[in-house]
């Protein structure tokens, strides 16, 4: 089991087929629980449940509340860098669904849609079961919603997660 977080520095909103400029969202976080089996041989695999809400404001009066979750499936290899094996890097892949909803004064819309995203990155144990894993991600996620105005929120993108995690069951180390 982990808990973590996911830090997208930057995503943006589009509108589509409008003459309107678009808006960058920043410091964007998602918090991700989640739940994983890990093989003897370094092989790991598991789910993900992710949660993202964020107030934006576009100019002027107008603000919109944003808010997401999402399941996705996640697999990753570690190779152990160091002989006391507490530290290996990770390498992996992860795709998953979410659905997005942009809730404004006028309306509430939801949309939803697929990421795919590579992973890279460090974990260290502490001890047999208690581990701190660091993450950059490559991620391709993206939302469109139709009617008017027609936008797009693009999370695609380099992103970091950060995860603490303790293994319930865990092959001896």
Do not use: C
């Not at 400029?21 to 629980?33: F, Y």
């Amino acid at each position: 089991m982990n808990f973590g977080f996911e830090y997208n520095p930057m995503a943006k909103l589009e509108y589509l087929n409008n003459s309107r400029s678009g808006l960058d969202i920043v410091d964007n976080i998602a918090w991700e629980p989640g739940i994983f089996y890990g093989f003897a041989d370094g092989f790991r695999v598991g789910l993900i449940f992710d949660y993202y809400a964020k107030t934006i404001d576009r100019g002027g009066t107008q603000s919109a509340d944003l808010k997401s979750w999402g399941i996705g499936l996640v697999g990753d290899y570690a190779y152990e860098i160091t002989e006391s094996g507490r530290t290996s890097l990770v390498g992996g892949m992860e795709s998953g669904y979410g659905e997005l909803t942009d809730e404004n004064d006028y309306s509430i819309k939801t949309e939803g849609g697929v990421w795919i995203a590579g992973i890279g990155g460090i974990r260290h144990y502490f001890n047999r079961a208690f581990f701190m894993e660091m993450d950059f991600r490559m991620k391709w996620q993206q939302y469109e919603f139709t009617g008017v105005p027609r936008k797009s929120y693009d999370y695609s993108g380099p992103t970091i997660r950060i995860n603490l995690g303790y293994m319930i069951l865990s092959p001896k180390r």
